[in-house]
């Protein structure tokens, strides 16, 4: 295929707002493309070369792009910038310049050609890179037609956002397949042990759905990490894990180990290579595993030398940094509380039950039993068997400043990505009626009035994420809450995402809309007193058609939190991470006890 006739694609793509339709369009162009085709296409829809955990920087900066452009369009530099204020889009503005100018190739270049052209440019290193990157970049641009120019221009400037996640990506594998969704739980299950789009696009293309039954972990490409059920009693932990250990819960960096003998990778919770950020992890795993191959899950969390103690998370995340990170390594030493062993020595232990993980984990790290020395530590266990101990754990794990507990039956398997009974969360208590938080996405803000003009935004819309229509659906826009410094740092997040339109996946009352949308991108922890209804938020509610059948109201309110206020900022999720419509409506039943 070329890439023109790709480029149309993404064009459909781009101006179509309904799901279901998007889902049509992706399968009828993973059914027309080759296997050989079929990796490149998807890493491109979502605007890269690479899967998600693997680091790829072009390394053409904003005004590099511009002056390799110039050269392509044939026009002065005060016209190209004339015309890029206008449309605010650098690849419709060389696209909208071709189409001036006539500018048409004599041969269409395949898809294969242009993903090559654009990873040598990735690829290109040493002295006098920045000068060659332009060159190839200059030569690729002018020999495509002006919408191919449109899309590959926003692949370096990292805007090509065609508005839709990697599950409508899933449900378009399972509509090439059937002309449905049905396939999509098997297809989904395999995509969370090797989160690779193009590597699960390559089997299902090759094989169909029989190419996913083989799917196993690999070392250095992340699993997406399994997440736990809340509640807050015993009685209730009881019941649905009669036998389990307790274990309690950090509150750190959640890390997923990858190493063999000569390499160690750190992923995030959002599949993000944070190795280079954590040397003193990869210096100890390098020294205390003796497994020759390993896939390990443990939280990090900041260390006290002279104490002997642990940190709380607002010191421990100061280690989340991109520079000065050795002198952070000296102030700020981490230990990692390995809790999971999910693949060791060619063994897929995903399937094996947890009490025998816990030995093998055991086995797989060479202890000296002091926490001044050991930088890998094992996550303590206790048996659970009563409520006693379990509120004994709970208060205990409190007293020590933890969040509280993590119960865990002892035959539940790891269930990549899934959220189950098999890991339950049993978190520090508060005078609110809910006793956890809720991961939000910043859907856009309002500009500031008053003493917030000088910040310039004084309420920001927050979203949690309904796992079935696959959209962001309203529950708080929250004023309140935030020191004068989390208003800064909002604004400045939220502006390197802002939109003219909003987001096809937002599902939004016309009450809560927004002066200025954002992309999905910023996740932010919410604590709130409460769940209450509300007939402006659009998270869980219904509608009906009115009694004169012009139009529609509400049937059934949505969510809202009451008395929201932000908790953190969560840079290790990702948008589809955030709190589900599911979870919403079970903490809603939860609070009703």
């Not at 296997?35 to 920087?57: A, H, N, S, W």
């Not at 059937?178 to 696009?201: F, Q």
């Not at 972990?217 to 009693?233: D, Q």
């Amino acid at each position: 295929m070329t890439f023109k006739q790709l480029s149309i694609y993404f064009a459909k793509i781009e101006d179509t707002s309904s799901r279901l339709k998007i889902t049509e369009i992706i399968a009828d162009l993973f059914d027309k493309i080759s296997d050989k085709e079929i990796d490149k296409v998807l890493y491109l829809l979502q605007g890269r070369l690479t899967p998600l955990f693997i680091r790829l920087d072009f390394g053409l900066g904003e005004k590099m792009i511009i002056k390799a452009l110039i050269e392509v369009v044939r026009v002065s530099e005060k016209t190209f910038i004339s015309n890029y204020k206008k449309i605010g889009d650098l690849g419709k503005t060389v696209e909208d310049l071709k189409n001036k100018n006539h500018q048409f190739p004599k041969k269409d270049i395949s898809i294969i050609e242009v993903f090559n052209r654009l990873n040598e440019i990735a690829k290109c290193g040493g002295f006098g890179s920045q000068e060659k990157k332009t060159s190839l970049f200059t030569e690729l641009v002018k020999g495509l037609d002006p919408l191919s120019a449109r899309f590959v221009v926003r692949i370096p400037t990292n805007t090509l956002r065609l508005g839709f996640s990697d599950m409508t990506i899933l449900d378009g594998f399972s509509w090439m397949l059937t002309g449905n969704k049905s396939l999509r739980p098997k297809i989904e299950k395999a995509y969370h042990v090797r989160p690779d789009i193009g590597y699960i696009g390559q089997q299902i293309k090759k094989s169909g759905i029989a190419g996913l039954t083989q799917v196993k972990p690999k070392l250095f490409t992340p699993i997406i990490m399994m997440k736990a059920e809340r509640l807050s009693s015993a009685t209730d932990i009881l019941e649905k894990a009669p036998k389990a250990i307790i274990e309690p819960k950090y509150d750190g960096f959640r890390l997923q180990i990858h190493a063999n003998k000569s390499d160690v990778k750190l992923y995030s919770r959002s599949l993000e290579d944070v190795t280079f950020m954590y040397p003193d992890i990869v210096d100890g795993v390098k020294k205390e595993v003796v497994a020759d191959e390993i896939i390990l899950e443990g939280e990090a969390i900041g260390f006290h030398v002279e104490s002997n103690s642990f940190l709380p998370f607002q010191e421990t995340v100061q280690r989340k940094r991109k520079y000065d990170i050795a002198e952070k390594v000296k102030e700020i030493p981490l230990k990692l509380f390995a809790f999971e062993i999910l693949y060791s020595n060619g063994v897929n232990y995903l399937n094996i039950p947890l009490e025998k993980r816990r030995r093998v984990l055991e086995k797989s790290i060479k202890l000296t039993g002091s926490k001044s020395t050991d930088t890998l530590l094992i996550s303590p266990e206790e048996i659970v068997d009563s409520e006693k101990k379990i509120n004994l754990a709970f208060e205990d794990a409190v007293s020590k400043g933890l969040e509280g507990i993590m119960v865990k039956k002892l035959d539940g398997i790891y269930q990549p990505g899934a959220r189950g009974w098999n890991w339950i969360k049993y978190k520090r208590s508060y005078s609110s009626k809910i006793t956890d938080t809720i991961d939000c996405l910043v859907m856009g803000y309002d500009s500031g009035k008053g003493k917030r003009s000088d910040f310039g935004i004084g309420a920001f819309l927050a979203g949690i994420y309904d796992d079935k229509s696959l959209r962001f659906q309203t529950v708080a826009k929250i004023g309140t809450g935030l020191t004068d410094e989390e208003w800064k740092t909002l604004k400045k997040r939220s502006d390197k995402f802002k939109t003219a339109q909003k987001p096809n996946q937002y599902l939004v009352d016309k009450m809560m809309e927004v002066d200025v949308w954002i992309k999905p991108e910023i996740v932010v922890e919410i604590r709130a007193d409460e769940l209450t209804r509300s007939p402006s938020h659009t998270a869980g509610r219904t509608l009906k058609k009115s009694k004169s059948g012009s139009a529609y109201e509400v049937d059934i309110p949505g969510y809202a939190l009451r008395f929201p206020r932000l908790e953190r900022f969560r840079n290790d999720k990702k948008p589809e991470d955030v709190t589900t419509l599911t979870e919403i409506e079970k903490i809603f039943k939860q609070q009703k006890h």
